[in-house]
């Protein structure tokens, strides 16, 4: 499975692409960090975003986009253009009908280092150590891409079939709803 990681963020978002299978180590492909100048407005450094969102879904072709989910903290600035910039990379994959499915910050830490409650340098080192490189990748946002690409393709199966499973249950409730409505209808009339 071919995994887009994006460690969503206004300022910087993180992007890492990993080949892999449950149970064994991922292939790394590509990892790098996107900047937009803090001087522009929001609406063209979220336009800046999306280009490089896209020219990665292009590049790498995915199967699936992991994306950190956005999480409330003290600076609601901060939570915004994150959240602006998850959902640009949302519409994108959207948009080209690839999967996308959001991690938590505690269970990517979880899958990567055992404990949701890892610091930051131990997740990036553990990445470093799982895709067998000789440096953590740089900056931070980079080996959170990563990470979350790691954590979607060891736990990322599970979690798209658990959303097929409630996605069929929900269709067919609908189905039996709009059928009693009908047979209602019809002994009304």
């Avoid at 960090?33 to 879904?57: H, K, S």
């Avoid at 404990?115 to 895709?131: E, F, N, T, W």
Wanted: glycine letters at 8%; one cysteine or more.
């Amino acid at each position: 499975m071919r995994v887009l990681g994006i460690d969503p963020g206004l300022t910087r978002c993180g992007f890492g692409v990993v080949d892999g299978v449950p149970g064994r180590p991922p292939r790394l492909l590509g990892v790098d960090v996107v900047r937009t100048p803090a001087e522009l407005d929001v609406a063209r450094r979220l336009v800046g975003i999306e280009a490089a969102v896209e020219e990665w879904v292009t590049t790498y072709r995915p199967e699936s986009v992991a994306i950190e989910r956005v999480f409330a903290q003290h600076n609601v600035a901060t939570v915004m253009g994150t959240a602006q910039a998850a959902g640009v990379a949302m519409l994108v994959a959207a948009r080209r009908g690839i999967p996308v499915t959001l991690h938590t910050p505690s269970e990517v830490k979880a899958a990567i280092t055992g404990s949701g409650r890892a610091a930051k340098p131990q997740v990036g080192l553990m990445v470093a150590r799982i895709l067998g490189l000789d440096a953590v990748p740089k900056p931070a946002d980079a080996a959170d891409a990563l990470a979350l690409a790691i954590c979607h393709v060891w736990r990322g199966g599970q979690n798209a079939r658990v959303s097929a499973a409630l996605e069929a249950a929900a269709a067919q409730s609908a189905r039996q709803r709009r059928a009693f409505l009908a047979a209602t209808r019809k002994e009304t009339l």
